[in-house]
């Protein structure tokens, strides 16, 4: 484990943990709360993923550990699971709901309540509102897998007893991100849709310090 502090003396002390820092959400996660002047404590599997993460304490380590998962858990105010999985037309899923039942006993024991985790547009309610393309034809043949594990992490959040919140994104880009976003409930008239990963970690950033979406699971789109 290694660690280094935010060089801002004046930063307010909002301790989070990122889960899947690595990946695309993740990083933008972790650079926007930094700029936020939280402390960010990421756990990641290879350090050297991680090398170019200034400011942040790393905790090195498989997120499926529970013993693993306390270290990064101790501590923190909120923690952002980002954790993504590749793609598995043929295998069975099962890091996600893994990772989760262990971060939820991690959470439960440290007693830390907050949990925001970003699942996907085809999890749970929001399933067939991808339209035509996504639901026909990249869903059944390549994905199939991977969301019925987002639906049993999914599960794991919602029977927690934790302060969560659930947020689905639409498909992820890599524009710029415009700075708002819609979030919806009512999915009725949704086909489909795009939001860039920057605005998907800003929203997720802004849940930190707010309820305005505790117990809910918004899908966000442009």
């Given at each position: 484990m290694t660690k280094s502090t935010n060089d801002n003396p004046h930063a307010a002390q909002t301790k989070i943990l990122v889960l899947g820092a690595t990946g695309?959400?993740?990083?933008?996660?972790?650079?926007?709360?930094?700029?936020?002047?939280?402390e960010v404590t990421a756990l990641v599997r290879s350090p050297e993923k991680a090398a170019d993460m200034?400011?942040?304490?790393?905790?090195?380590?498989?997120?499926?550990?529970?013993?693993?998962?306390?270290?990064?858990?101790?501590?923190?105010?909120a923690v952002i699971s980002a954790l993504g999985t590749p793609a598995s037309p043929f295998k069975q899923v099962t890091l996600l709901s893994s990772a989760t039942r262990a971060l939820v006993t991690a959470m439960k024991t440290e007693q830390v309540s907050r949990l925001i985790a970003i699942t996907g547009l085809g999890a749970g309610d929001s399933a067939g509102h991808g339209g035509f393309l996504f639901d026909k034809v990249i869903f059944p043949l390549l994905l199939r897998n991977v969301y019925a594990d987002k639906n049993r992490q999914e599960a794991v959040v919602r029977e927690s007893g934790l302060d969560w919140t659930i947020i689905r994104p639409t498909v992820l880009n890599k524009k710029a991100g415009r700075g708002n976003v819609r979030a919806l409930t009512d999915l009725s008239g949704l086909h489909g849709g795009t939001i860039a990963r920057e605005d998907v970690a800003k929203f997720v950033l802004d849940q930190v310090r707010s309820d305005a979406w505790r117990h809910r699971s918004p899908l966000i789109t442009w």
């Open positions: 695309p959400t993740g990083r933008l996660s972790v650079s926007q709360a930094l700029a936020r002047g939280y200034k400011g942040v304490r790393l905790v090195v380590g498989d997120a499926r550990d529970e013993k693993t998962m306390r270290q990064a858990v101790t501590g923190q105010d």
